[in-house]
């Protein structure tokens, strides 16, 4: 980012108080930043915050002049090398999908060829609306990059998706999509999740897996250019966008899905944890409680091994990532599993810490292939840790 311009535009939301914080970061990045808001953002946070610190007048309604010597929207839409649209309301958002030019910031979105960065935050409901829907995928599709609201307590009291991304995390995403894509052309089959094994009608066999490793892999190999396809099992994350999704529940319909999409792909990321047993019949009917027996016996039967079925089709040219989650014995085990499922290679996760791995934010991670340990890394964010794993995948594929 460094020496770049950036126009940072500021839309109403509650949000709008962490656009302060993000311009900090900005600058703190060498760029050189200049602040639009809409009529509706003055009203959350003053012009003078953004003024006082990004040391320039903030552009706003009031900018239109009636004398005719300087045309600002053009002057400033030519200026820009990047346009970041932080917090994106719902109603930003639908008039720059129509393109709507009725205040300063959408005129001078229009008038500007910059890569676009959308960041939306708003209601659950807001953003869960077929017309929201509609607008983000018009903006997607023409390359607008839309930096999608996390999971989080929103501003109503409750927990749900809305959250705008945390202003560190704009960063990062903004600084990966600037650099060279070296993924372009490369074809990534990821999975994510957990499989879901039914009981019987009410009940089921999971795991704890969020799906939130194998999201950020996707994410990380999309950004570098890679054409990605996310098998998801079960997992609650929101959809990224520039990538293709399968849902999938059973173990059954992940090994089904991955078979198909497998030959189009040059590298398999096996996130997924697979159940390993499935019940030998799903009970029609609810099991009831036995008056005779304080016990209940399920008989289950191994489900198909997935990566030692693929160890059998690849072609030579294609990558076999796998994932071990191991407790005890951990480098054994895992380097046992390199073998016996003929990875190349293997991702440890030593989940008997609960500082990391499951359902967690954080991981810690082992990289090892037929070689030995290739990279070790420290306890970092999933998002770090995809970065590291998408690197050293992408140095084996040279
Ligand atoms: N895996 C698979 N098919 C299965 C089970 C696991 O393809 N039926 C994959 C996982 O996605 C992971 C790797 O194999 O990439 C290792 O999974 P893990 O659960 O650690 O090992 P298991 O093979 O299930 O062996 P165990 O449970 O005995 O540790």
Redesign the pocket.
């Known amino acids: 980012m460094k020496h770049q311009k950036i126009v940072l535009y500021v839309t109403g939301s509650i949000a709008a108080y962490k656009a302060v914080y993000l311009l900090r970061l900005f600058q703190k990045q060498g760029a050189e930043v200049r602040v639009v808001m809409t009529p509706f953002a003055e009203k959350f946070v003053s012009k003078l915050t953004f003024a006082s610190l990004c040391k320039h007048r903030v552009y706003s309604d009031s900018s239109f002049s009636d004398h005719g010597e300087n045309i600002d929207h053009i002057e400033l839409a030519k200026w820009a090398d990047i346009s970041v649209i932080a917090p994106a309301s719902a109603d930003f958002i639908a008039k720059m999908a129509q393109g709507i030019a009725d205040n300063f910031a959408l005129t001078t979105l229009l008038a500007t060829e910059t890569p676009k960065y959308v960041v939306p935050a708003m209601n659950d409901v807001m953003w869960n609306n077929f017309a929201t829907k509609k607008n983000i995928e018009t903006l997607a599709t023409n390359h607008i990059t839309i930096l999608n609201p996390g999971y989080g307590m929103l501003a109503e009291g409750y927990a749900a998706q809305g959250r705008m991304m945390e202003p560190e995390e704009i960063v990062n995403a903004i600084n990966i999509s600037l650099q060279d894509k070296p993924l372009t052309g490369k074809h990534f089959l990821i999975?994510a999740g957990g499989t879901i094994e039914d009981l019987d009608p009410v009940r089921y066999i999971s795991n704890r897996s969020s799906g939130k490793m194998g999201y950020a892999l996707a994410q990380v190999a999309a950004q570098q250019g890679a054409d990605v396809t996310l098998i998801s099992a079960n997992s609650h994350l929101a959809d990224p966008q520039n990538m293709k999704i399968i849902k999938v529940k059973t173990?059954d319909e992940l090994?089904d899905a991955i078979m198909q999409q497998l030959p189009a792909n040059d590298v398999l990321v096996?996130?997924?944890?697979?159940?390993?047993f499935k019940p030998v019949a799903v009970a029609t009917q609810k099991i009831k409680k036995s008056e005779n027996s304080d016990e209940l016996v399920l008989h289950l039967k191994?489900?198909?091994?997935?990566?030692?079925?693929?160890a059998n089709v690849i072609r030579a040219n294609q990558l076999i990532?796998?994932?071990?989650?191991?407790t005890n014995n951990v480098q054994k085990?895992a380097e046992n599993?390199l073998n016996?499922?003929h990875?190349d290679m293997?991702?440890l996760?030593d989940v008997s810490n609960q500082k990391i791995g499951f359902g967690s934010d954080d991981n810690q991670v082992t990289l090892i292939n037929k070689t030995g340990i290739i990279r070790q890394t420290g306890i970092e964010s999933k998002q770090q840790i995809a970065q590291e794993i998408i690197q050293v995948i992408e140095d084996q594929l040279n």
């Open positions: 999975t173990s090994k096996m996130a997924a944890a697979v159940s390993d191994k489900t198909a091994d997935i990566l030692k079925l693929v990532v796998g994932f071990a989650a191991e085990n599993k016996k499922k990875l293997i991702v996760n």
